[in-house]
């Protein structure tokens, strides 16, 4: 079986149940449908539209996402997810 290069704005099937890799975030167009995003990402497509909405994310006039933004999106939550009071809340 030989493997295809996809190029730059195929779309890359991923099934559903797949975390995406950073390879996927590689080879992912840098302008995202909302499906494309939310296969991506592994939010839903309505957490997307409410991001998107909310501006937690660019968007274009055609409603795509941007890849970058919804890449920062993530790494600013996982930030935030990881940090510890100082001191501990439960001591004060």
């Known amino acids: ?7 730059i704005g195929d779309v890359i099937p ?5 975390t995406a890799q950073l ?3 590689v080879l992912a167009p840098e302008w995202l449908t909302v499906e494309e995003a939310a296969l991506l990402s592994g939010y839903s497509r309505d ?7 909310d501006g937690g ?4 006039e055609a409603d795509l996402v941007e890849k970058r933004s919804l890449w920062e999106y993530q790494e600013a939550l996982n930030l935030v997810s990881s940090w510890k009071a100082d001191p501990p809340l439960d001591t004060m």
Do not use: G, K, Y
């Not at 079986?1 to 190029?7: C, E, L, R």
């Not at 957490?47 to 909405?53: G, V």
């Open 57 to 60: 994310v660019d968007t274009n």
């Open 1 to 7: 079986m030989a493997f295809v290069t996809p190029m």
């Open 47 to 53: 957490l997307l539209l409410w991001l998107i909405e």
């Open 14 to 18: 991923m099934p559903q149940s797949r």
């Open 23 to 25: 390879i996927d975030w």
